[in-house]
């Protein structure tokens, strides 16, 4: 069987686990479905009517700074930790994550990235995601569980976490590689971001690597030969810092994710990304092919 510490477990692995009936307290699996406002999708009902057996729901909108300006922006330690001490998570306890995008992994990358952040290294991302779940016929249910409640202790590592400071002050250096995850037409300023007061762009040195690229077509996440080889393609040296950011934070840990099954485990994620960037930078330091001005 694979370790517990793998980053990504197969589907046959965790049906395996399924059928032998090890989920509970020493292994939890959690879905994480988040959905864009354009797409009308309840994840939160989707779960209710069908889910991986054993499997319990995780809303990052709950499990996030809910004051915050800018959306699913990290929760406090303590936060994090009556949240998932609530779904009865322990500090020895091995975390699935997946989710229902049809990409294969969505939010998935970012929940794995918040529970390695919070100090818990024992979580994992399910290769493929729901999508592929279905596809291999794996079983599912509507049956619900509650999980007795569990004491966990975050200890968040927060030189992984970047501010606007800075990016700004990076943005001058350039000393560290920042490679934006979002579509190649946010990027460029050519595509809209789902949020209203928000035009699209990015910000002088960013280096463009859409999320979906560290996936197949199956949404499977690439072989390491594949994921070196995006990364070169790009121009990143992953022997080099590197941070990483998206329109919130939550695409970003897919290049995270990439990185970390290559071997590097550093790669910094800018939290408040491009939502807060465009929001409080100057005009120079906004970089579009569009409409290029603030909303």
Same mark, same amino acid.
């Given at each position: 069987?694979?370790?517990?510490?793998?980053?990504?477990?197969?589907?046959?692995?965790?049906?395996?686990?399924?059928?032998?009936?090890?989920?509970?307290?020493?292994?939890?699996?959690?879905?994480?479905?988040?959905?864009?406002?354009?797409?009308?999708?309840?994840?939160?009902?989707?779960?209710?009517?069908?889910?991986?057996?054993?499997?319990?729901?995780?809303?990052?909108?709950?499990?996030?700074?809910?004051?915050?300006?800018?959306d699913?922006?990290?929760?406090?330690?303590?936060?994090?930790?009556?949240?998932?001490?609530? /779904?009865?998570?322990?500090?020895?306890?091995?975390?699935?994550?997946?989710?229902?995008?049809?990409?294969?992994?969505?939010?998935?990358p970012?929940?794995?990235?918040?529970?390695?952040?919070?100090?818990?290294?024992?979580?994992?991302?399910?290769?493929?995601?729901?999508?592929?779940?279905?596809?291999?016929?794996?079983?599912?249910?509507?049956?619900?569980?509650?999980?007795?409640?569990?004491?966990?202790?975050?200890?968040?590592? /927060?030189?992984?976490?970047?501010?606007?400071?800075?990016?700004?002050?990076?943005?001058?250096?350039?000393?560290?590689?920042v490679v934006?995850?979002?579509?190649?037409?946010?990027?460029?300023?050519?595509?809209?971001?789902?949020?209203?007061?928000?035009?699209?762009g990015?910000?002088?040195?960013?280096?463009?690597?859409?999320?979906?690229?560290?996936?197949?077509?199956?949404?499977?996440?690439?072989?390491?030969?594949?994921?070196?080889?995006?990364?070169?393609?790009a121009?990143?040296? /992953?022997?080099?810092? /590197?941070?990483?950011?998206?329109?919130?934070?939550?695409?970003?840990?897919?290049?995270?994710?990439?990185?970390?099954?290559?071997?590097?485990?550093?790669?910094?994620?800018?939290?408040?990304?491009?939502?807060e960037?465009?929001?409080?930078?100057?005009?120079?330091?906004?970089?579009?092919?569009?409409?290029?001005?603030?909303?």
């Amino acid at each position: 069987m694979e370790t517990q510490t793998r980053a990504v477990v197969s589907g046959q692995w965790l049906a395996e686990a399924v059928r032998c009936n090890l989920v509970g307290p020493k292994l939890r699996i959690l879905d994480t479905s988040w959905h864009l406002p354009e797409l009308k999708r309840d994840a939160k009902a989707e779960f209710a009517q069908r889910h991986i057996p054993g499997s319990l729901f995780f809303d990052i909108d709950e499990c996030s700074d809910r004051s915050a300006a800018f959306d699913l922006m990290l929760p406090t330690s303590s936060h994090f930790s009556r949240y998932v001490g609530d /779904l009865g998570i322990g500090s020895d306890t091995h975390v699935v994550v997946y989710d229902t995008s049809e990409y294969g992994s969505h939010i998935a990358p970012r929940v794995w990235w918040m529970f390695r952040m919070f100090g818990h290294s024992l979580v994992s991302v399910l290769d493929g995601g729901w999508k592929n779940w279905l596809g291999d016929g794996h079983p599912v249910t509507a049956e619900s569980c509650v999980p007795e409640r569990t004491e966990f202790r975050a200890a968040a590592n /927060l030189s992984w976490v970047k501010s606007f400071e800075e990016v700004l002050e990076n943005v001058g250096t350039r000393r560290v590689q920042v490679v934006d995850a979002r579509s190649a037409g946010r990027f460029r300023g050519t595509e809209p971001e789902f949020r209203e007061d928000t035009l699209p762009g990015h910000f002088p040195g960013a280096i463009n690597m859409p999320f979906t690229t560290f996936m197949d077509a199956s949404g499977k996440e690439l072989e390491t030969e594949g994921l070196s080889k995006v990364f070169r393609e790009a121009g990143v040296d /992953l022997e080099q810092p /590197l941070w990483t950011t998206c329109s919130c934070g939550v695409t970003a840990c897919h290049v995270v994710l990439a990185a970390h099954l290559l071997g590097h485990t550093g790669v910094c994620v800018y939290d408040g990304s491009w939502f807060e960037w465009f929001k409080r930078a100057s005009p120079e330091h906004i970089i579009s092919e569009g409409e290029g001005q603030k909303v």
